[in-house]
């Protein structure tokens, strides 16, 4: 199978929370899921699905319940039919379309809901046994203005902007997701393990599927991966246990599941991996397979999650149930406000791929600018355009650095570092086991340090590599040095590790929110930015927060002098000089992973899609 395309908003370069499966008693969980307050949905109410955009929520469930959010209010729209509407798909607020029951097709230009298909009726006023009427749940769409509905009995509908039609897929399978993959191609998933792939040419073909699982929902993670979910019923448990698929190039494999996990109904993106919900108001977080239960606080069954614009998500479910995991669900919903001047600042630049783009670095020596990523991906910027060095075979790469001769360290998955001499990658270091390696840093004369989940920190003193005692088993995501015998690593709930040449030792800057990355200019101006737009500066006596204006999550930061950077979700990009931080307009929505800096190419930022964003410093 091709690569896959991939979702708007792919998964992130750094882990947003630790491996709970491992040391899982050791800190209380960090995240707290509460109730929507002001819901007008009764205790009865079932919802569904919702759709998130504009500022705006709209959530359906069962007897034709709508309800909008808005300035603050919910509000129960009119819907034209009293049936159960399973799931909604719109581009904007007022170009909506929802499916249900007996094959109801709805569409919301703003104003009002109408009925565009479905719930035919016979002359005794019955609902008609009928082509028409087969039950709808799922929708998604293109920018083009192409629809895809799936439903009972292999039902894949087409609209092509002005008809309704019915797809071929050569099964009958009750059909409960849909999702595009980019250029016409579509996945679709449903009962007894059917998983359904449209090509370019609109054929559909089954995908075989080790479990006969009955998959209740499909998430893109990138153009390489889509997971699949949901359930089986086993008689000895008396009830439905949860399955967890991930499809790789054409191969869907299981994922493993902590202890006893029940029916999975929905997946959305979230952060840097997705979340899953289902049965008896179960959460888990999804990261590189590994799969932690998160507490929701709730026994009911949550049916649907959607991400919403700043990152959060909305769970929705039996009993009128909205979660959130915001401390602001109102300010959840909405970007902060950019700071432009004018046109953006940014500009986009070619770089020849679409695969994910996980880290940025400027040697200091050539400043020439690197950038890495999946599937052995390094990239060098030569003379305004961007050039592939050879491949570094399938790995997942997260960081490079200096080797103080003119060469390049990369390291990322699977705890290998390799090595490059300007003409050929060789291994230069295996760790032999599945631990990823996400930032690097050396002092340019042959001493490097690596640091990456569990704990994990790794010294090369320019004879052999040796695994350091960190004392902590959290991830370590980034990581930043004056020199050999002064560094900072930093992780987990705001964990900042200090080496100080003989021993690592914690570092307390203030806060609890994860931290993805650290700079400084000197042992008395460094920076450290994580979760929801965490920010602190040290200025060598203490740590301060410092206030960004903004709800995203902050992946990276770089400087030059006085002049900071800093990028992460949502395609935020953040500028710091003489004392303030400003939000600039990048003009990208996706996730920005890294970013380097240096006086002859300017400032660098990657992410998502084999993006790569362009800046010229200030002067």
Avoid at 115 to 120: D, E, F, I, S, Y
Avoid at 277 to 288: A, C, E, M, N, T
Wanted: charged letters at 25%.
């Amino acid at each position: 199978m091709s690569a896959l395309a991939s979702p708007s908003e792919a998964p992130g370069r750094r882990r947003f929370f630790r491996d709970l499966l491992v040391g899982a008693g050791e800190r209380a969980q960090q995240q707290i899921w509460r109730p929507v307050e002001s819901v007008v949905a009764g205790a009865g109410d079932v919802l569904w699905a919702g759709w998130c955009g504009d500022g705006s929520v709209v959530v359906v469930g069962d007897e034709g319940a709508i309800f909008s959010y808005d300035d603050g209010q919910w509000i129960r729209q009119a819907s034209p039919v009293p049936l159960p509407l399973h799931a909604l798909w719109g581009r904007t607020w007022d170009d909506l379309y929802a499916v249900g029951w007996m094959g109801t097709v709805l569409h919301f230009d703003g104003g009002e809901w109408r009925l565009l298909r479905g719930c035919k009726v016979d002359e005794s006023g019955k609902y008609a046994a009928e082509e028409e009427n087969t039950p709808l749940f799922d929708v998604t769409g293109n920018v083009a203005g192409h629809l895809w509905a799936v439903g009972d009995r292999g039902t894949i509908l087409h609209y092509d902007g002005e008809d309704w039609r019915r797809e071929q897929c050569g099964s009958e399978a009750h059909l409960r997701a849909i999702t595009p993959l980019g250029e016409g191609r579509l996945l679709a998933a449903g009962g007894d393990g059917t998983v359904l792939l449209r090509d370019e040419e609109g054929a559909w073909r089954k995908l075989d599927c080790p479990v006969r699982s009955n998959l209740q929902a499909i998430l893109a993670l990138d153009h390489e991966r889509v997971l699949l979910a949901g359930g089986r019923y086993f008689p000895d448990a008396n009830g439905f246990r949860g399955d967890l698929l991930l499809l790789r190039q054409g191969v869907i494999e299981p994922v493993a599941l902590p202890g006893d996990v029940s029916r999975f109904r929905g997946l959305a993106a979230y952060r840097d991996g997705a979340l899953a919900v289902g049965d008896r108001g179960q959460i888990h977080l999804i990261r590189d397979r590994r799969v932690t239960r998160l507490e929701s606080g709730t026994h009911h069954d949550l049916l649907g999650i959607l991400p919403l614009a700043t990152g959060e998500a909305l769970a929705v479910g039996d009993f009128g149930t909205l979660l959130t995991a915001a401390p602001d669900f109102h300010e959840a919903l909405a970007s902060p406000a950019t700071i432009t001047g004018g046109s953006p600042v940014w500009e986009f630049a070619e770089s020849g791929t679409d695969r994910q783009l996980w880290g940025a670095w400027a040697d200091p020596e050539s400043g020439d600018v690197y950038a890495c990523g999946e599937e052995g991906l390094v990239l060098v910027r030569e003379e305004g355009h961007w050039k592939h060095l050879p491949k570094l075979g399938d790995l997942g790469l997260r960081s490079l650095c200096s080797d103080g001769a003119g060469g390049l360290y990369a390291a990322g998955q699977l705890g290998e570092i390799h090595h490059f001499d300007g003409r050929t990658w060789r291994k230069h270091f295996d760790l032999h086991v599945d631990v990823t390696i996400l930032a690097l840093w050396s002092d340019a004369s042959g001493q490097v340090f690596a640091v990456g989940d569990e704990g994990l920190i790794l010294h090369w003193d320019g004879r052999e590599w040796e695994r350091m005692t960190s004392g902590t088993k959290s991830a370590l995501y980034g990581l930043w040095g004056q020199d050999a015998d002064h560094l900072l690593a930093v992780g987990d709930f705001g964990m900042i590790l200090r080496w100080n040449g003989k021993r690592w030792d914690e570092f307390h800057a203030g806060t609890e929110n994860f931290l993805f990355d650290v700079w400084g200019s000197g042992l008395d101006d460094i920076f450290v930015v994580g979760l929801s737009g965490s920010i602190g500066h040290f200025d060598g006596r203490r740590w301060s927060l410092t206030p960004a204006r903004a709800r995203a999550d902050l992946l990276a930061v770089t400087g030059l002098g006085d002049r900071v950077y800093a990028v992460g979700s949502a395609g935020s990009t953040l500028r710091h000089r003489e004392g303030q931080w400003q939000r600039e307009d990048s003009g990208f929505d996706g996730g920005l992973r890294g970013v380097a800096i240096s006086r002859e190419a300017g400032v660098v930022a990657v992410g998502d899609g084999g993006t790569i964003l362009h800046r010229l410093p200030d002067d």
